[in-house]
């Protein structure tokens, strides 16, 4: 379909948080696009506190083709650009970042190539052959590459050939993926990722060369909690998503715990002298403290608890945890006592028996989920 000849109806989704000084610059842009487009914007801000939200008000009550969802007691960038996909109008839906990054000529492009090659998704790339990236350090390119690399290998055969699957730019059509968005896990760690990887292979996927700019204002949104989805988000899709994704995330936390059990208990032994059943039950609870605060900040992060409510929290999760505690301490014991006395061999059983119970009835009673 030749946009020369008829005018494309298109969508597009835009997540912001804290965004004001990029926003306006970006909606001129894509307003002027009315003039061969019929063009909606659906602007999802998480609650920003820069004022980004009042400047997307001001500018729907001058043009009717803007939406606001303002999310209040909701956040994250999959769960905005999955709700602003479902609240589309049109059958052409673009996602693009609202920091500069993303120039408007070419998410155009890529709804051109969206039509003329017959295509259900469109994806720019920052790697593809004429790609240019003036927006990422060195550091920061190699590391997406890498990403994308281990990425590849979790998702069908026919997925292969793409060269990012991090981007947040790409143009979609509603018809053909909207079973597919309904089902994304708004936790992961990129959408498009996601999307591709419940799509399983039938998705018709093109490329453009995406020419990622700097970011214009403000500063970027990766930190260790995003570095931290990706990782689960692999682990997801090795595992065929058959465990639910905040399980995999309590259960990589849980190993951590472990760790200072196991450096807890050996450290009473040798530097306080305390004999192996009496430093058990102290190096646990330290374990189990640790696992609750790196939870609440990582896998739990969409409930995290403060203030208060944190202390409490802490003490439900060291009460929700005092059953399996007990059967860590009375099995490892009785390892220690009757079957071996290798003290890891000892500890590795009683922690294997309350991993279940503990993420089940943390995720009920701590976080209420």
Avoid at 73 to 80: M, N, V, Y
Avoid at 243 to 251: D, N, Q, T, V
Wanted: glycine content about 6%.
């Amino acid at each position: 379909m030749d946009p020369s000849n008829q005018k494309l109806n298109i969508t597009f989704v835009l997540p912001t948080f804290n965004e004001r000084g990029n926003i306006k610059f970006l909606l001129k842009q894509l307003l002027d696009l009315n003039i061969n487009y019929e063009i909606e914007l659906i602007v999802v801000d998480d609650n920003s506190q820069d004022g980004t939200a009042e400047i997307v008000r001001e500018f729907s009550k001058k043009e009717k083709n803007i939406k606001l969802i303002n999310r209040i007691d909701r956040f994250g960038l999959s769960s905005a650009i999955k709700e602003g996909c479902i609240n589309a109008s049109n059958e052409i839906i673009a996602i693009m970042d609202t920091d500069g990054q993303h120039k408007v000529e070419d998410v155009i492009n890529a709804v051109e190539k969206l039509f003329s090659e017959n295509l259900d998704v469109v994806i720019g790339s920052r790697f593809a052959l004429g790609a240019s990236i003036k927006g990422l350090s060195q550091d920061r390119e190699k590391g997406s590459k890498i990403a994308n690399k281990f990425a590849k290998y979790s998702l069908s055969r026919n997925y292969k050939n793409i060269s990012d699957l991090m981007t947040g730019c790409f143009v979609l059509k509603r018809k053909s993926c909207i079973d597919f968005l309904k089902k994304v896990d708004v936790n992961g760690f990129k959408f498009l990722y996601e999307l591709l990887s419940i799509s399983k292979g039938i998705l018709k996927i093109g490329e453009i060369p995406l020419s990622f700019q700097p970011r214009k204002d403000g500063d970027s949104k990766l930190d260790i909690a995003v570095m931290w989805d990706f990782f689960v988000s692999l682990s997801h899709s090795f595992l065929k998503r058959s465990i639910p994704r905040k399980a995999i995330s309590f259960g990589f936390v849980g190993s951590t715990g472990v760790v200072v059990q196991l450096i807890s208990s050996y450290s009473l032994m040798i530097i306080f002298g305390l004999n192996f059943e009496f430093s058990l039950p102290i190096a646990v609870i330290l374990a189990a403290s640790s696992n609750f605060f790196i939870n609440n900040w990582l896998t739990f992060r969409s409930k995290r608890l403060k203030n208060k409510k944190l202390i409490l929290g802490l003490l439900k999760f060291l009460i929700v945890s005092s059953l399996p505690i007990f059967a860590n301490v009375g099995l490892a014991s009785s390892f220690y006592n009757y079957v071996t006395p290798n003290t890891f061999i000892s500890q590795m059983a009683g922690i294997i028996i309350v991993f279940i119970w503990n993420y089940a009835a943390s995720s009920r009673f701590v976080w209420e989920i």
